[in-house]
């Protein structure tokens, strides 16, 4: 049996950093990062939300992410 180690996240209302990793995007999507990394390659993410490839990682825009789930910047 295969231990989770639970993630905590502050609430994206207190995110104030410019970007979010895609683990963070997928917890305050409620989707798994891999949905977001297929949405990234394929180019079909929603407005707002084109990430910044660094390093060869995904960064997602915060305000996208706020957008996406109806949080107020």
């Known amino acids: 049996m295969q231990s989770q180690i639970?993630?905590?996240?502050?609430?994206?209302?207190?995110?104030?950093?410019?970007?979010?990793?895609?683990?963070?995007?997928a917890y305050y999507s409620n989707q798994k990062p891999q949905t977001w990394r297929?949405?990234?390659?394929?180019?079909?993410?929603?407005?707002?939300l084109r990430p910044i490839r660094i390093g060869g990682r995904l960064n997602w825009p915060t305000a996208g992410a706020k957008k996406l789930c109806g949080v107020r910047a």
């Open 6 to 25: 639970e993630q905590r996240f502050a609430p994206l209302e207190q995110v104030t950093k410019p970007n979010l990793t895609t683990d963070e995007l």
């Open 38 to 48: 297929v949405k990234a390659c394929r180019e079909t993410y929603p407005d707002g």
